[in-house]
């Protein structure tokens, strides 16, 4: 192909950014040109900062799928069904090729529509759902190839990054925070996909797919996300000479592909600790490679945009290969739920009522379960005559931590449900 025609569906921060991309896309090292057919979005008349009035105007974006002009669909719509995956579907069935950004939809039904474009002899890229303009997908599927990779793990979501990083840095407060990484555009529109950890299990997932042969199961992910992690806590962990990210990991076991997402505590000389804001980076590590990490901006409208682009270029030359880089001959593997014994030492934070004892029974509640105290560090009571105290445990089963956690909890003496976060023991 010579000029590579799209129809873009979704208009939000993405759907402008390659707008802006396409415009000015002499400067970029496209093989050909590229044209758009037509764009749709929920409304025509919103404000947005690149002017849309020159291109043909869909009220429904499978109607653009469909459209006989459009040799490439662009859906940055986002959710994981309704329009989003009906409008990839009618692509795909009229045989355009698809270029994604939406993890979700990937996530939930990417070995579906695998099927479906493969069966349509179609290309499906989704360079731009996971880390945003961070080119870990391609690198996964096509350079590492020669890999066997074991893990592959990092910081997946920018919105969390940015959280944890800026309410330490400036002492603001978490809503304070969240409001504003949705002004810049790291968040998703729903936020809570991205606080809640959602967002970077459905890349997670994603990746471990790509990395192990696995068919995606997104019934085995563990997700826990940043919701109940306070600036207290970013605090007292940096005093204990800790930082506190939101990790993603897809491990290699003997039962199978154990993925999660779930806050860690880290050394501060730890290399994850030092990337900060809304930057997002993957570890892949592997034989005989031994371990290659890829940082960069991971959300926002121009870094994604990028991504798009990256793929939409590819698409001068069509494959039809598996989006997921499979083939028949490839060990497959399953993903399977992670196991509670798995040993490590623990971040546990607690806020104790000001009263004598208090700090005795916390210490009995973890020793009833083995969990044995290396640091500890209590502040003084604030005025509801609260003090946090925080410990790092030496190494003990997460079932152990888990279950001090719950004693803790049901003490008079404690306020509040404590928090609980594994350190990652790498330097
Ligand atoms: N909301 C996502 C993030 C955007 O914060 O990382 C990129 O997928």
């Given at each position: 192909?010579k000029?590579?025609?799209?129809?873009?569906?979704?208009?939000?921060?993405?759907?402008?950014g390659?707008?802006?991309l396409?415009?000015?896309?002499?400067e970029?090292?496209?093989?050909g040109?590229?044209?758009?057919?037509?764009?749709?979005?929920?409304?025509r008349?919103?404000?947005r900062?690149?002017?849309?009035?020159?291109?043909r105007?869909?009220?429904?974006?499978a109607t653009?799928?469909?459209?006989p002009?459009?040799d490439?669909?662009?859906e940055l719509?986002?959710?994981?069904?309704?329009?989003?995956?009906?409008?990839v579907e009618e692509?795909?069935?009229?045989?355009?090729?698809?270029?994604?950004?939406?993890?979700a939809?990937?996530a939930?039904?990417?070995?579906?529509?695998?099927?479906?474009?493969?069966a349509?002899?179609?290309d499906?890229?989704f360079e731009?759902?996971?880390?945003?303009?961070?080119p870990?997908?391609?690198?996964?599927?096509?350079?590492?190839t020669?890999?066997s990779?074991?893990?592959?793990?990092?910081?997946l979501?920018?919105?969390?990054?940015?959280?944890?990083?800026?309410?330490?840095?400036?002492g603001?407060s978490y809503d304070?925070?969240l409001?504003?990484?949705?002004k810049?555009?790291y968040?998703?529109?729903?936020p809570?996909?991205?606080?809640?950890?959602?967002?970077?299990?459905?890349?997670?997932a994603?990746l471990?797919?790509?990395?192990?042969?696995?068919d995606?199961d997104?019934?085995?992910?563990?997700?826990?996300?940043?919701?109940?992690?306070?600036l207290?806590?970013?605090?007292?962990?940096d005093?204990?000479g800790?930082?506190?990210?939101?990790i993603?990991?897809?491990?290699?076991?003997?039962e199978?592909?154990v993925?999660?997402?779930?806050p860690?505590?880290m050394?501060?000389?730890?290399?994850?600790?030092r990337?900060?804001?809304?930057?997002?980076?993957?570890?892949?590590?592997?034989?005989?490679?031994?371990a290659?990490?890829?940082?960069g901006p991971?959300?926002?409208?121009?870094?994604?945009?990028?991504?798009v682009?990256g793929?939409?270029?590819?698409l001068?030359?069509?494959?039809?290969?598996?989006?997921?880089?499979r083939?028949?001959?490839h060990?497959?593997?399953?993903?399977v739920?992670?196991?509670?014994?798995?040993?490590?030492?623990?971040?546990?934070?607690?806020?104790?009522?000001?009263?004598?004892?208090?700090l005795?029974?916390?210490?009995?509640?973890?020793?009833?379960h083995g969990?044995?105290?290396?640091k500890?560090?209590?502040?003084?009571a604030?005025?509801?005559?609260?003090?946090p105290?925080?410990?790092?445990?030496?190494e003990?089963?997460?079932?152990d931590?888990?279950a001090?956690?719950?004693r803790?909890?049901?003490?008079?003496?404690?306020?509040?449900?404590?928090?609980v976060i594994?350190?990652?023991?790498?330097?």
């Amino acid at each position: 192909m010579k000029t590579v025609k799209l129809g873009i569906a979704g208009l939000g921060h993405v759907g402008c950014g390659l707008i802006e991309l396409v415009e000015r896309q002499t400067e970029l090292r496209l093989p050909g040109k590229v044209e758009i057919v037509g764009v749709s979005a929920r409304s025509r008349n919103r404000n947005r900062p690149v002017d849309i009035s020159n291109y043909r105007w869909f009220d429904d974006a499978a109607t653009l799928a469909e459209d006989p002009e459009v040799d490439v669909f662009v859906e940055l719509m986002g959710g994981s069904d309704g329009p989003a995956k009906f409008a990839v579907e009618e692509a795909i069935k009229f045989k355009k090729h698809v270029v994604t950004a939406n993890k979700a939809l990937i996530a939930m039904h990417g070995q579906s529509l695998e099927r479906q474009a493969q069966a349509a002899g179609v290309d499906l890229m989704f360079e731009a759902a996971v880390a945003g303009g961070v080119p870990i997908v391609r690198v996964l599927r096509d350079s590492l190839t020669g890999v066997s990779v074991t893990r592959v793990a990092g910081i997946l979501n920018g919105t969390c990054n940015y959280l944890t990083t800026q309410m330490l840095e400036t002492g603001r407060s978490y809503d304070a925070v969240l409001e504003e990484a949705q002004k810049l555009g790291y968040a998703e529109a729903d936020p809570t996909l991205d606080v809640s950890g959602m967002d970077a299990a459905h890349k997670a997932a994603i990746l471990a797919s790509i990395a192990f042969t696995a068919d995606l199961d997104f019934s085995k992910v563990s997700v826990k996300g940043v919701e109940t992690v306070e600036l207290m806590d970013l605090n007292l962990a940096d005093r204990l000479g800790l930082r506190i990210k939101l990790i993603a990991e897809g491990v290699l076991t003997d039962e199978g592909v154990v993925c999660r997402v779930a806050p860690m505590a880290m050394k501060t000389s730890h290399p994850l600790a030092r990337v900060n804001g809304a930057l997002n980076t993957v570890r892949v590590e592997g034989d005989p490679l031994g371990a290659v990490t890829l940082t960069g901006p991971g959300a926002g409208a121009g870094p994604t945009a990028s991504a798009v682009m990256g793929d939409i270029a590819k698409l001068f030359s069509p494959t039809a290969r598996s989006p997921f880089g499979r083939a028949a001959h490839h060990k497959a593997r399953t993903f399977v739920a992670g196991k509670s014994d798995e040993r490590s030492a623990f971040f546990l934070r607690a806020k104790l009522a000001d009263r004598p004892g208090a700090l005795a029974s916390l210490s009995e509640a973890l020793a009833a379960h083995g969990v044995s105290i290396d640091k500890l560090l209590q502040d003084s009571a604030d005025d509801s005559d609260v003090s946090p105290v925080a410990i790092v445990t030496h190494e003990c089963s997460r079932g152990d931590i888990d279950a001090a956690s719950d004693r803790l909890a049901a003490l008079e003496t404690i306020v509040g449900a404590p928090q609980v976060i594994q350190i990652d023991a790498a330097e």
